[in-house]
């Protein structure tokens, strides 16, 4: 995991929930395991955008964060598989909001940055 120069003051829970969930592929990636893809090659398949290595790396920090709990199965070939932990699950009413909220900011948003609503998914 990365290591910073400055530590940072983790009195602010929003700064603790920003370090843990921030990242461009950790919040889908909750979201898919929550939704069942628990294997990391159905999780490469559902984000076809993301590296291979960005997504072990977030998994990794997610697991090091107690959110997602990572099982190795000991069959030939090795078998792997992701399931949110309780922490992980009390994160989805906070991830759901996020994206209630972006959804309703998302014209506004696209005008600002200057990309026309029908060009962005």
Known sequence: MYERKIEINYKCGVLITSEIISGKWKACLLNRIHEGLRRPHELQRAMPDAS??????????????????????????????????????????????????????????????????????
Do not use: C, D
Not at 52 to 69: D, F, S, V, Y
Not at 72 to 84: A, N
Not at 92 to 119: C, D, H, N, T
């Open 52 to 121: 291979r290595r960005a997504l072990n790396m977030q998994l990794n920090e997610l697991e090091q964060h107690g959110i997602i709990k990572k099982e190795i199965f000991p069959v030939l070939p090795p078998k792997v598989e992701y399931s949110l932990t309780k922490e992980g699950e009390s994160l989805l009413p906070v991830l759901k909001a996020m994206e209630s909220w972006g959804l309703q900011y998302r014209e506004k948003f696209l005008e600002l940055i200057g990309k026309p609503v029908e060009q962005s998914n």
